[in-house]
Structures are given as C-alpha cells and as structure tokens.
C-alpha cells in the first residue's frame, strides 16, 4: 500500500491522442452536434419528464463532446499560418465553442433545434477551412 502511493504518478495529464498522430477531422465535432440537435427535435416532440430528463442529460454530454472535438482542432492541428491566411477562424472557433457552450442560445443549455442548427452551421463553415488546409498540405 505504501509503495503503491510513493510510485503513484502524482500529476495525470491527458491528451487527444497518445502520440502526436496527425488524426484531426471536423466529423467528430459534426456527429456530436448532429446528435444534439436530434436531442432537440425529439425533446420538442416528447411529453415524457423521464424521456425530457434523460435527453437533458444526453444533450448536455454530447455539447461538451462538440467543445472537446473542436479545441483539439483549435489548439492542435489548426497553426499560426492557418490563422493568417483565415483570420476569422479564430472567432469562428470561438463562436462555435460557445453555441456549444451552456450560456444563452448554446447547445448545452437550449432546446432549441435552431440552436443545434446554428452549432452545425459553424461547424461546417470550420469544416470547409480544415479541408482547404488539408488540400493545400
């Protein structure tokens, strides 16, 4: 027990891959997102508190699935000559991870399928960038 504690790693880190890998694709984020806006529709269509309860929840996961995806993005494929050569990306990703986001109008607090709409329209407009990053690689 005693050794166990002193080898015990004392700081945990965490990362979108084990190894730089070069795996990066918009898709994750868009799944997520498609999902959150289904959430939306069925939750519009469905009286059921235990079924509202539980596509609260599930619809509150998947935006925080939708953050995590677009940050490594953001913070791990996306470079310093991308953003010169589309300087809006930065507000781009900043408004897309806010409509993710559980303040007003975002995903994780609305349940509203226009909101899940509006998270799907940035997502694609970052898609559109990430593949015309990837072309000219």
Known sequence: MRL???????????????????VYDPA???????SVKAIQEKYQGNE?????????????????????????????????PHFEK?????????????????GPGGTKASVDPKDGQELLDYIAQIDKIFWETKQAA
């Open 86 to 102: 589309y300087p809006e990306l930065h507000e781009l990703f900043n408004k897309a991870t806010k409509k993710a986001g559980g």
């Open 28 to 34: 994750q984020a868009r799944i997520e997102a498609e």
């Open 48 to 80: 059921d508190p235990v079924f509202r309860e539980r596509a609260l929840q599930i619809k509150e996961q998947r935006s925080d699935l939708v953050k995590h995806h677009l940050w490594v993005l953001w913070t791990d494929y996306f470079k310093p």
């Open 4 to 22: 166990s504690r002193i080898l015990r790693p004392r700081l945990e880190a965490t990362a979108h891959c084990d190894l730089p890998c070069g």
